[in-house]
């Protein structure tokens, strides 16, 4: 069965990985902790501090473990092979019969991953906590090249494999204007107060 995982499917299973000493980690930061964390967090800011403690511990149980300073791109699509092994999205290798449909009749033998659109959220989110714990833009090992070029491969194959597309969603300029003429033009049409 092929199965479609959004969102959350990056870090919903590395809980294997971590444990409630996480929660208090802060990378590069030593003041704060998930008690300190505001009641009005939203989801986003929730699972983006999960995503940070879950980085934090895969680099103290790195051997030799890694310092933040020293992790580099490489480190990086190190951590997102890791998370291979927790993903929920069926991609079909090529010689699979089934490569290339999006709905496959039977079951096979081909590997779960993390599905494209989860590895892209993750490093946005891990992305923007780097900056907030301190991290120098130029310096974040989230936007590195070479993280950029795994994301575009992956994305490309998993199209490939799973006979789905990632095209763009393409902004109509012209529906923002258009809404602005028909409610200017519907003011106008109204009669004036004193002829009611």
Not at 65 to 88: I, W
Request: with cysteine; proline share 8%.
């Amino acid at each position: 069965m092929d199965t479609e995982a959004e969102g959350d499917d990056a870090t919903t299973d590395q809980n294997a990985m971590s444990n409630s000493s996480t929660d208090s980690m802060n990378i590069g930061s030593s003041s704060s902790s998930s008690a300190a964390a505001p009641a009005s967090s939203n989801r986003y800011e929730n699972q983006k501090r999960r995503d940070w403690n879950t980085f934090g511990q895969y680099l103290r149980n790195h051997r030799p473990p890694l310092s933040l300073s020293r992790c580099s791109g490489a480190h990086v699509l190190e951590f997102l092979r890791y998370l291979d092994q927790f993903g929920k999205t069926k991609v079909h290798i090529q010689i699979c019969p089934f490569f290339g449909q999006p709905n496959p009749p039977a079951p096979c033998p081909c590997p779960l991953r993390q599905a494209w659109g989860s590895l892209d959220a993750l490093i946005g989110r891990l992305r923007a906590a780097f900056e907030e714990h301190g991290g120098k833009p130029e310096a974040n090992p989230f936007g590195a090249r070479a993280v950029r070029l795994f994301l575009r491969e992956v994305r490309e194959f998993q199209a490939k494999s799973r006979g789905i597309s990632y095209e763009k969603k393409k902004r109509n300029k012209n529906k923002l204007p258009q809404q602005q003429e028909t409610s200017t033009s519907s003011q106008l049409s109204l009669p004036p107060p004193d002829a009611i």
